[in-house]
C-alpha cells in the first residue's frame, strides 16, 4: 500500500518561502511519476509540478516557474516542493500524489493522494 504523507505547511507572508515535504511509504512501477498540485476554495484542482521519477525531468504551471522547484530524495523516500517569492494567489491545500507516466500537468494518472497541507499567503 502506497501512502503519501505531507508535511510543511504554514503562513507565511507575501515574497517569503515554504518547503512542502512529502513522505512516500514505498515505491512501485505506477508511482514512477510524482506531482504536488493544488486547490483553491471555490477553484478546482490544479497540477503545479510534476517529475518523472526514472529520468529526473519535471513539469511546471505556469504560474510558478520560476519560484518553486521540485525535487526528490530517493534515499529517504521524499518529494519536496520548494516555493520562493509566495503570493497571495498561492494560497491553497497543496496535495502530493503519485501515479503512471506519462508525468504531466494535464491528462497525467495519479493512483495515490496525500492528505493535504495548508498554505496561507498574507499580502
Known amino acids: 500500500q502506497v501512502q503519501l504523507v505531507e508535511s510543511g505547511g504554514g503562513s507565511v507572508q507575501a515574497g517569503g518561502s515554504l518547503r512542502l515535504s512529502c513522505a512516500v511509504s514505498l515505491y512501485v512501477d505506477s508511482t514512477n511519476c510524482m506531482g504536488w498540485f493544488r486547490q483553491a476554495p471555490g477553484k478546482e484542482r490544479e497540477a503545479v509540478a510534476v517529475?518523472?521519477?526514472?529520468?529526473?525531468?519535471?513539469a511546471y504551471a505556469d504560474s510558478v516557474k520560476g519560484r518553486f522547484t521540485i525535487s526528490q530524495n530517493n534515499a529517504d523516500h521524499t518529494l519536496y516542493l520548494q516555493m520562493n517569492s509566495l503570493k497571495t494567489e498561492d494560497t491553497a491545500q497543496y496535495y502530493c500524489a503519485a501515479g503512471s507516466p506519462p508525468c504531466a500537468l494535464i491528462g497525467g494518472t495519479y493512483h495515490w493522494w496525500g492528505q493535504g497541507a495548508q498554505v496561507t499567503v498574507a499580502s
Open positions: 517529475l518523472n521519477r526514472g529520468v529526473g525531468s519535471t
